[in-house]
């Protein structure tokens, strides 16, 4: 099986500009979990989705949202770019909502 | 809600011999997963070893294998033989009943010298 793809795997954007990226799971996976990953938090949940429904929600401002497409494909977007917001962007699919396998993730840069 | 803690930011094993990475948790629930994760430096994310909690059998995959202390909320990790390619953040991790959210260490960097 083709394992977790994320596009682009690289992005520069600048403050106040608004981004999307984009996560295909595993064949068959239908949970896709987010975290964020910077040197100084490490990493952090963003949020999950199953059969098109957010079943779950970290400790993100509202600009962070994401949505599930009927072929559990997932995208992220993350609106009013801060510096802040640069970080490595995982994206993570599971058959059962448990163990999780990763993207190779989308580097952000916001300049 | 759930706490992971590795206290080693760093390790280093010589080639072929036997490291043990430490982590320690929190958490409220009775039903929950543990995982170590390793991220090279080409920041994929790949998973090493998985245990139940409810298993009292300490899971193994080839050279790596776990001691889970339940009692103590203890999962460290044991990495035989160690590789070269070994090399890397490797992530304690606890997952429960909140969906889809895994709760991560702070991570350790393994170093394998030749």
């Known amino acids: 099986k083709a394992g977790v793809t994320q596009t682009p795997r690289y992005l520069i954007k600048t403050r106040g500009q608004q981004v999307t990226l984009s996560c295909s799971p595993i064949?068959?996976?239908?949970?896709v979990s987010w975290y964020q990953q910077t040197p100084g938090q490490g990493l952090q949940f963003l949020f999950e989705?199953?059969?098109?429904?957010?079943?779950n929600k970290g400790n993100f401002p509202g600009r962070f949202s994401g949505r599930q497409f009927s072929n559990s494909r997932s995208e992220m977007n993350v609106s009013t770019l801060e510096l802040g917001d640069s970080a490595l962007y995982l994206c993570?699919?599971?058959?059962?909502?448990?163990?999780?396998?990763f993207g190779p993730g989308t580097r952000l840069t916001v300049t | 809600a759930q706490t992971v803690t590795q206290s080693q930011p760093e390790m280093s094993v010589q080639e072929a011999e036997t490291v043990t990475l430490s982590c320690t948790y929190d958490?409220?629930?009775?039903?929950?997963?543990l995982f170590w994760y390793k991220q090279p430096p080409s920041r994929q994310m790949i998973l090493v070893i998985r245990?139940?909690?409810?298993?009292?059998q300490n899971a193994t995959e080839n050279r790596f294998s776990v001691n889970f202390q339940k009692a103590a909320k203890s999962f460290s990790l044991k990495i035989s033989d160690s590789q070269l390619g070994d090399a890397a953040m490797y992530f304690c991790?606890?997952?429960?009943?909140?969906?889809?959210?895994?709760?991560f260490g702070q991570g350790t960097i393994l170093t394998v010298h030749p």
């Open positions: 993570a699919s599971s058959p059962t909502g448990h163990e999780q396998y």
């Open positions: 064949s068959g996976h239908r949970s």
């Open positions: 989705y199953f059969s098109e429904t957010q079943r």
């Open positions: 958490t409220s629930e009775s039903d929950y997963y």
């Open positions: 245990q139940e909690a409810y298993k009292q």
């Open positions: 991790v606890a997952g429960g009943t909140s969906y889809g959210k895994l709760t």
